[in-house]
């Protein structure tokens, strides 16, 4: 994985970029050309989300863009706020069962950032579905809580029966688990699972059934906890997984603080990481996260937060993991369809709500690697 240079910064005089242009999704459309989605802060930290359409150079290369208006701008009650709103932070997926693009995106208002949609067929015209609706799940209530970072897989995958359904990545932001809070705790601190995980949420709409139904989320299962140090203080989701020969491969985001030890100011830093996830029950790992620090593609800037977007064909991506050895995986363009449904329900290994960062190490290693846990 290598960084481009700047493709897109904000336009001078463009009253809805004064305050940056940043966090875009990315997709092909219908014509094959390569479009953004970037959110675009106006004065106000007032927020909309962009349509632009990548340029290219004569090797290949992207160069700029082409601005082509808004997708989305602040309208409905949970994207507004008294002083101003937001549309913020998208992410889009062509569901292959719906023969839609999906769009999850921050909606702030009031009441904060939550999960909403929007579908669209040409990616110039967007419907919206609302806000993103949680089934609790063993005391755990996901609606009333800051939720962003959501991003949906592109096909069908096994729920926790087995039985296939529409999905997306998630990273509730329950209370005390942003960094501005855990950077305050010890190294060794206990992480809450349930609380501090990026998740998998499912639902049963289909092609037939009314389109706000998408929004509807009625089973889910804890994916990840932070593992290693450079995503000690917070997970989250990044870009829409895509699945290539070795499973689902998904780049998400880790929040460290690299101040000195000692030292009375902090240094929040974010990162990219890379998960594999198998393909036909992708609650599961068909490759381990390292644990522990090493060579990685880090972002960290004014305009950088965290990664949303990637382009298919040819993504290539390397990951080093914990015995440092490559892995290097190139997808092309390819056809997917879904296997045939399962009959039989597996069953999941329970885990402790609360464990010291080393005891999460081993759970969640053993996790992926498919041994359960026996804490």
Not at 168 to 190: K, N, W
Not at 328 to 339: D, E, K, M, N, Y
Request: proline share 10%; glycine share 8%; aromatic share 8%.
């Amino acid at each position: 994985m290598r960084p481009l240079d700047l493709v897109i910064d904000p336009e001078p005089g463009n009253d809805y970029e004064v305050g940056g242009i940043l966090n875009p999704a990315a997709t092909r459309g219908p014509d094959g050309h390569l479009y953004l989605f970037p959110r675009l802060v106006a004065k106000g930290n007032f927020s909309r989300i962009g349509i632009a359409r990548v340029q290219f150079d004569s090797s290949g290369e992207p160069c700029g863009i082409e601005r082509l208006g808004i997708a989305l701008e602040p309208e409905m009650p949970y994207e507004l706020r008294p002083d101003g709103g937001g549309c913020e932070d998208p992410r889009v997926t062509f569901v292959e069962p719906l023969k839609h693009y999906v769009m999850t995106y921050t909606a702030f208002s009031p009441n904060g950032p939550r999960i909403a949609l929007a579908i669209s067929t040409d990616l110039m015209k967007w419907e919206r579905l609302g806000l993103a609706t949680f089934e609790p799940y063993e005391g755990i209530h996901f609606d009333g809580v800051d939720n962003k970072d959501a991003a949906m897989f592109p096909l069908a995958v096994p729920n926790l029966s087995d039985h296939y359904e529409l999905a997306i990545l998630h990273r509730p932001l329950f209370p005390g688990t942003l960094p501005e809070d855990t950077m305050l705790m010890e190294e060794d601190r206990e992480v809450d699972l349930h609380r501090e995980s990026i998740w998998i949420s499912y639902t049963p709409a289909g092609p037939s059934d009314p389109k706000y139904q998408l929004r509807q989320f009625t089973s889910h299962h804890r994916l990840a906890a932070p593992v290693s140090d450079w995503e000690s203080l917070k997970i989250g989701s990044g870009a829409p997984p895509i699945l290539t020969k070795h499973g689902w491969l998904f780049v998400y985001h880790g929040v460290a603080d690299l101040a000195p030890p000692n030292s009375d100011e902090h240094h929040i830093t974010y990162s990219a990481g890379v998960m594999i996830m198998t393909r036909n029950h992708p609650m599961n790992f068909s490759i381990a996260r390292r644990t522990r620090r090493s060579p990685r593609v880090r972002t960290s800037g004014p305009g950088v937060r965290l990664p949303t977007s990637y382009s298919r064909p040819a993504l290539t991506v390397a990951m080093t993991s914990a015995n440092r050895t490559a892995l290097t995986s190139t997808t092309g363009s390819t056809t997917i369809r879904s296997p045939s449904l399962a009959s039989t329900p597996r069953t999941l290994s329970p885990t402790p709500a609360k464990l010291t960062r080393q005891r999460v190490r081993r759970v969640e290693m053993c996790s992926r690697a498919g041994l359960g846990t026996k804490e």
